[in-house]
């Protein structure tokens, strides 16, 4: 979860990491340029909407671009707002240009919020295009957030195609529904209400549980949560029996967006069929969280409670 959460929390790493439409004419990287003349030595062909072909020949850029191979002829993508899109992204080194993955072949989208965080470069090429189009973004090391990245270790010059599949719903404020009395022996939620983060307390003399417990506290109307959906939610979570707070949505201002695929299995296990606008306290065990593996600010063997508003799942 925290490794999920992590990446998410900091935009700009979704397009440094080292593995992360619907036209139908075949492209090539001979559309529009921008930021510097566009990416020579970068050529895309394939279809929009499915995993594209990208051949990359010379030494490579020292100065970001980006491309529009397709503009796309939904809506505009948002600034400000977040957008779903597909990402294939190679490194580009002018030796191997090492494939480095594709959402095409995990068939998971990436949802990525365009605000300031987001490098100069991509929220340019953003701008530019629209649902449903595809855009080219070298990233070199004269952005900003990569020599940020560049002072723990030096990184290759990355090639992203990203295809604008669309923007998720709408998320909620807060958890909005019916209160159950629902909770779990030994930890309390106060629940303030309106969009005010709920109060967790986790410091107890009560035994953790060895199962996974999931208990409502709010009873939400909307769809229910699948396995393969990504959800957009505000957490906090702490550790049982110590109060101790590891990790907060709430405390950082902004909710958090990511595929529930790709998180620990206490969250898997516990959100699946919970309808959105629900607010649920989840007491997760060891063996459904990290285990034996001491994370930061997380002992080793750790019990995680979490009280969770499910704000949207698409």
Known sequence: MRRALAVLAAVPLIFFAA???????????????????GAAGVKVTGNVGAKPTVTITGAPATKSSYQVISPGSGPAVKSGGQVIVNLTVYNWDGKQNAFQGSSYDTKQPETIPVNEQLPQVLRDGFSKVKHGGRLLAVMASDSTQQQAQATQAAQPTKVFVIDVVGAPPEPLKAASGKETGESIKGVKVVSPGGDKAPTLTTKTGEKAPKELVVKTLIQ???????????LTVHYTGKIWGTDKEFDSSWTKGQPASF?????????????????VGSRVVMSIPPDLGYGAQEQQNIPANSTLVFVVDVLSAY
């Open 259 to 275: 595929p529930l695929s790709g998180v620990i299995q206490g969250w898997q296990k516990g959100l699946v069929g919970v309808p």
């Open 19 to 37: 593995a992360c439409g619907s036209d139908t004419a075949t492209t090539s990287a001979s559309g529009s340029p921008g930021a510097g003349g």
């Open 220 to 230: 939400g109307t909307g769809q229910k949560v699948q396995a393969a959906n990504t």
